[in-house]
């Protein structure tokens, strides 16, 4: 499912425009600009109770090898997203 079709359910679950459901959409999932990813570029925690909790890890700079020639090349640091379920969407799921 993409932003498009959340926005269309969205828009037929609670009776809005599908404008101003994409609108929304858009708010809370735009990638550089949105709720979530603002508040995850913050290294804040966004929680959804019973859905889940998205947050940030960071991970640190270490040696790796490059596949094709075998040399010995540093891999930088970085930040990355992670998500974990909520109790109430892991037993939907395992239903």
Known sequence: M????ISVK????VGLTHAKAADIVDAIFNAHKG???????????VTI????TLATRRRSARQGRNPA?????????RKYATFKAGK???EKLAK
Do not use: D, R, Y
Request: charged share 25%.
């Open 2 to 5: 993409n932003k498009s079709e």
């Open 10 to 13: 969205l828009a037929k679950k």
């Open 35 to 45: 709720i979530f990813a603002v508040e995850l570029a913050a290294e804040h925690k």
């Open 49 to 52: 109770p019973g859905f889940g």
């Open 69 to 77: 020639t075998g040399k010995t090349i540093t891999i930088t640091a």
């Open 88 to 90: 109430t969407l892991k």
